[in-house]
């Protein structure tokens, strides 16, 4: 046997994997290898049995349901180019492209997006943009082949990820690149902005609504995926999400009610059913919400893809009824996918499994990876990045036999438990669990006791729910005795309710039913597939039920709880277990009929008893997978997550050993909301926000006088103001014209100033915009000295009326004449299309920084970067910031949106200084002088600095300041903390007195600054 690892976590969940375990024939040795672990699956082989004697297990193997390993040659071939690709920084991708990758990969970020997550997204954008570019092989064309042979030619692509890696974040990751490079570029055929998203279930469907950008949680700015510049094209996505079940087709409305045997009298010698929807009917009821949906424009999303396969005819034996239900909801994914494709074509289909493998009866070896898998962090790399939890499982015992009892529990139980068909008339009212049974489960629950008192002592006091305990079943009424044994039930013979036999799991104490239940019964496959319960679960469960109901009315006074379904409340339950303040907050044990399903992802679960036959590593990891979610995320001084376990019995699953004492997982600090402070609106800072520069060598100056031009007369006319119409019998109607005099004199000017431009001053390409402002005084000029109303007409006509403006505009126009000599350089900011301001206004994140709270700001707290005690020079500066007389406000740039483009190395880049200063006004100015100050050093990453500062001082100051619209601004790096109020009362001074802080002067234009352009 392996020597046991007393920490298995090796990698930095943030890179790339450095180093792994080597994996023997029997498990890891404990030698530790450089680099990254190859891709490998695991296929089923047949075991050898001599006689009827069962095969003897000297040692506990890698694989106990006997196993080989085969290595996936083109996932890692395919590895190495993305590698290569992502050193080069990305190339050959579009801008858009480049900007999320860049923003997923920052390491400076403190919502830091897990690198499995990232490698997986991508595969995918390496696949569509960069395969078959340059010196990349062209991946495509093996995929291709792989789909034409599966999938009938469907655009598959599998990304196989492991249980508790963050699927979902990936799914978000490809929505926002499909959308906002559709957005950008509408024309460019590799995108679109409409994706179905399918599921197996209800539970994963109703979790999958953080996808959708409207959602108050959203994954898109919970987990910050898109740089603050694109958010605001995202919300063009449309997104239809919904299990593989909305593709059975249903029956119309005419034959709702109808007998059995009357509806086989109407189809007879009949070939089609016409009372059921037609495959093109189905398709148009699951994409009804997609609106101008065009051909080949979808994208498809299949979550927990394992379940979507075209299965092949089986030529030997027989399927168990297991096996032929995995084939049929295969079959209605499948078709499902084909008939939309038919109807309306599927631009790409990404597949996203924890175990894209064929299943046993699917007429493929069991195991057999999807051969259109693109990428792969398997559970061993999960658990060498610390990603998730490591499932610990027995590796020693001192029962006689050379098995240990607790790893192969169904070897000692299974022929002495109660099968579906064969009980349906005992009676089991004193019913025994088996020895071996019952001692696991003491022995389990004694382990839980430990992780229950540390609950106790560490987190409850910060609001986090209890670990949970699941027990799998393998049939309603081993769960239900089983249930019985842990909880306690209601005896027929006395008022007296038996208590549970595990105290902390019984939902009886000092005689009388707990209000919230300790323990549920749950049959996970029942909820998940929407129908109702079975007869004999629902009884089983009753009190359970009626307790939560009861639970249900007091959360939602006023509500009929009569109308809330047996199958809503449970599954709410369900799916809310482990999530503080809701109605399954409280659970600390889950008895499950069969295999909770995927999607299920309470991240408390530290213990799983398995009560039920294991036939591969498959259906072990599946199992598995449902407690390996973590419940902290917070990474130690080295950079890396502490290890916390998930104890497992009964799952023969094979992984690294471990029998020695582990200290459980640190609490993680509770978090800090930062917000913005109602009632500061009055220390808001408002800042804009750039894509880039624009340098431009401008015409003369446009030259106006009104002498000499002649008056410009608005009276009655042949335009009337309102019409009245009538009938010959009957009431009149009168239509009233827009009233002129309801525009002022400013929008006219504005209006005039646009038709001077575009009629008279626009040549071909040149469109000549840095004009407009010029215009716009001439125009208020013109209106004040030409323009003359009379008859209660108003100069407003001119904005209503088409023939006045243009007549306006020639004698404008003839007025105009152009300086001699030519202009110099001036640098114009180019604002964002979707988002072009920005301010403090709707501050609102969660941070475990260190934090200071401010005073003197909008926004609550100063988030410290760094780790630690937070950077001492932010903090020292945040106290100036509060002191200093001459600051009117202002903010730690944390989460604002502001930053500031630059290019480094030919690259676009945006940089995000650190604080905003906003100065008190002097006495008779009417803008705003803002103060950018980045604090150099210290804990600060050295990068590309030079730049970023140069960028600040010499393009972004000058551009702002020459818009005219956003007040003063000027910049400033501190470098050294001792003679910091000197350097920053020397910068304000600087700022008030229009100094090169602003800018570079001779790219600016001060003068028409000052007038207004």
């Known amino acids: 046997m392996a020597e046991s690892i007393d920490n298995p976590i090796l990698n930095s969940p943030y890179e790339p994997p450095a180093r792994y ?40 193997d890698f694989d106990l349901t006997g196993e080989r390993r085969t290595v996936n040659s083109l996932i890692n ?21 480049r900007k999320l990758l860049q923003h997923w990969a920052d390491p ?33 064309v093996e995929f291709t082949k792989a789909n034409e042979e599966h999938n009938a030619g469907l655009p598959r692509v599998a990304l196989k990820m492991a249980t508790g890696s963050g699927k979902t974040v990936v799914m978000a990751m490809l929505i926002a690149w499909q959308t906002l490079n559709k957005v950008i570029t509408p024309r460019d055929a590799r995108f679109t902005k409409q994706f179905l998203v399918i599921t197996p279930g209800i ?55 109808v007998a059995t045997t009357t509806r086989k009298m109407l189809l007879a010698g009949k070939d089609t059913d016409p009372f059921v929807e037609t495959p093109d009917a189905m398709v148009a009821r699951v994409l009804r919400d997609f609106a101008g949906s065009g051909k080949q424009q979808i994208m498809v999303l299949n979550d927990e893809a394992h379940h ?98 607790y790893l192969n529990l169904w070897e000692h139980i299974g022929d002495k438990l109660p099968k579906r068909k064969s009980s349906k008339n005992a009676d089991f009212s004193d019913w025994i669990p088996p020895e071996v049974l019952e001692a696991a489960l003491r022995s389990l629950y004694a382990s839980y006791q430990k992780s229950y008192a540390y609950w106790q002592e560490k987190l409850e006091p910060l ?70 319960l079975k007869p004999d679960f629902r009884q089983a469960a009753s009190a359970e039920i009626e307790a939560f109901k009861a639970q249900y009315r007091l959360a939602h006074p006023g509500a009929d709880a009569e109308k809330i379904t047996d199958e809503d409340i449970l599954r709410e339950v369900m799916n809310t277990v482990g999530k503080p303040g809701m109605l399954g907050a409280g659970v600390r044990c889950v008895v499950s009929v069969s295999m909770l399903t995927e999607g299920w992802d309470a991240n408390t679960v530290t213990h799983i008893l398995g009560v039920r036959a294991f036939g591969s590593q498959l259906l072990c990891e599946q199992v598995v997978g449902r407690g390996l979610r973590r419940r902290s995320y917070t990474p130690n001084e080295q950079g890396l997550f502490n290890p916390e376990y998930a104890n497992i019995y009964g799952i023969p699953f094979a992984f690294i050993p471990s029998d020695r004492t582990t200290k459980e997982p640190l609490p993680r600090p509770p978090a800090v909301e930062v917000y913005s402070v109602p009632g500061r609106e009055h220390l808001r800072i408002a800042f804009p926000k750039l894509d880039g520069y624009r340098l431009e060598v401008p015409d003369a100056p446009l030259m106006f006088e009104t002498e000499g031009l002649r008056q410009f007369v608005i009276g009655a006319g042949e ?72 008859d209660g007409r108003s100069v407003g006509s001119l904005k209503t009326i088409d023939e006045l403006r243009s007549r306006a505009a020639e004698d404008i126009y003839a007025g105009i004449a152009a ?112 103060l950018i100050v980045e604090v150099s050093g210290g804990q600060k990453s050295p990068g590309p600095t030079t730049e970023k500062a140069r960028t600040a001082r010499d393009s972004w100051c000058p551009a702002v300041n020459n818009h005219g619209g956003f007040g003063r601004w000027g910049y400033l790096e501190i470098n050294q903390m001792f003679s910091v109020r000197e350097v920053l009362n020397k910068a304000i001074d600087l700022l008030y007195a229009d100094a090169p802080i602003i800018g570079d002067p001779d790219l600016l234009d001060f003068d028409e600054v000052r007038r207004g352009a």
């Open 21 to 60: 375990f080597e994996i023997g024939h029997h498990g890891p040795t404990g030698v530790v290898k450089e680099g990254r672990r190859p891709s490998e699956s695991l296929i089923p082989i047949a075991q050898t049995r001599k006689g009827s004697t069962k095969a003897v297990q000297e040692e506990v």
């Open 77 to 97: 071939k395919l590895r190495r180019d993305v590698d290569l690709w992502r050193q080069r920084g990305y190339e050959r991708v579009t801008p858009v492209s």
């Open 108 to 140: 400076l970020r403190e919502n830091r997006v897990l690198f499995c997550q990232r490698e997986a997204a991508e595969t995918a954008i390496f696949l569509a943009e960069v395969a078959g570019r340059e010196t990349y092989g062209d991946w495509r």
């Open 203 to 257: 539970t994963i469907r109703d979790r999958l609504r953080v996808l959708q950008p409207g959602d108050a949680d959203n994954y898109y700015d919970k987990r910050e995926l898109i740089p603050p510049d694109l958010k605001g094209a995202l919300g063009q996505a449309q997104i239809i999400i919904t299990n593989y079940h909305a593709f059975l087709p249903r029956d119309s409305k005419e034959i709702k009610g």
């Open 308 to 405: 979507c396969y075209r299965d092949r005819p089986i030529v030997t034996g027989k399927l168990s009824k297991e096996e032929d239900d995995a084939n049929e909801e295969a079959r209605v994914w499948f078709k499902g996918i084909q008939a939309i494709a038919r109807r309306v074509g599927i631009k790409q289909i990404y597949d996203l499994s924890a175990t894209p493998f064929y299943l046993s009866g699917s007429g493929y070896n069991e195991g057999y990876i999807f051969p259109w898998t693109a990428s792969d962090f398997s559970l061993m790399d999960a658990i060498e990045s610390g990603i998730v939890k490591v499932p610990r499982t027995p590796v020693d015992d001192d029962a006689a036999g050379e098995l240990v009892t």
């Open 463 to 532: 609001g986090e729910t209890p670990p949970v305990f699941i027990v799998v079943c393998p049939n309603t009424i081993v769960s239900k005795l089983v249930y019985d044994w842990i909880a306690g039930y209601e005896q027929a013979d006395t008022p007296i309710p038996r208590p549970g036999k595990l105290p902390l799991f019984s939902n009886i104490v000092d005689g009388k039913s707990l209000a919230r239940p300790r323990t549920i019964l749950v049959d996970s496959a029942q909820l998940e597939s929407g129908d109702a």
């Open 719 to 790: 335009v009337p103001t309102w019409t009245e119409s009538a009938a010959v019998v009957g009431e009149s109607e009168r239509i009233e014209d827009c009233d002129p005099s309801l525009f002022r004199k400013q929008e006219v000017a504005f209006e005039l100033a646009r038709r001077v431009l575009e009629r008279h001053l626009q040549y071909g390409e040149n469109r000549r915009p840095w004009l407009f402002p010029q215009l716009v005084q001439i125009c208020a000029k013109w209106i004040e000295d030409c323009v003359i109303e009379r």
């Open 819 to 930: 300086q001699e000599g030519g202009g110099r350089r001036r640098l114009r900011p180019m604002l964002r299309a979707f988002d072009p301001v920005g301010s403090t206004a709707n501050v609102q994140f969660l941070t475990h920084k260190q934090t200071i709270g401010t005073e003197k700001s909008e926004v609550s707290h100063v988030v410290l970067d760094g780790a630690g005690g937070g950077n001492t020079w932010e903090q020292i500066l945040a106290l100036e910031c509060e002191l200093n007389p001459k600051v009117a406000a202002y903010v730690k740039n944390d989460r604002l949106g502001f930053t500031i483009p630059y290019v480094h190395k030919g690259r676009s880049h945006f940089y995000v200084p650190d604080f905003l200063l906003r100065l008190v006004r002097p006495e008779g100015e009417d803008f705003d002088r803002t």
